[in-house]
């Protein structure tokens, strides 16, 4: 079992920065490939990024690529998303997810545990 704890979500205007943070707990982080996702109101959960479990490979979406990064720190059992150049279009909840294996993952099936969710909102 992982136990998956998403903060650093907030209010922020259009160009603006935010790093989100996916604390992990349980099972052993590193054995892991993550993953963030987000869903905006009245759509649909998109996958936005994955991380293997070494950190050695990422993937991020096009339209996140050049302003998002994903990275983890194994020591912190810990997942992160930084966010640049922020658009109101990335408002959504965003949501961290691991998944048993070594290599990324994209999209959402392979993916076991999820956490609640932190929002984020850009302001125009």
């Known amino acids: 079992q992982v136990q998956l704890v998403e903060s650093g979500g907030g209010l922020v205007q259009h160009g603006g920065s935010l790093r989100l943070s996916c604390a992990a707990s349980?099972?052993?982080?590193?054995?892991?490939?993550m993953g963030w996702f987000r869903q905006a109101p009245g759509k649909e959960r998109e996958f936005v990024a994955s991380i293997s479990w070494r950190g050695g490979s990422t993937y991020l979406i096009d339209s996140v690529k050049g302003r998002f990064t994903i990275s983890r720190d194994i020591a912190k059992s810990t997942v992160y998303l930084q966010m640049n150049s922020l658009k109101p279009e990335d408002t959504a909840v965003y949501y961290c997810?691991?998944?048993?294996?070594?290599?990324?993952?994209?999209?959402?099936?392979?993916?076991?545990?999820w956490g609640q969710g932190t929002q984020v909102t850009v302001s125009s």
């Open positions: 349980g099972r052993t982080f590193s054995t892991y490939a």
């Open positions: 997810a691991a998944g048993y294996t070594r290599g990324i993952i994209v999209g959402a099936r392979g993916y076991d545990y």
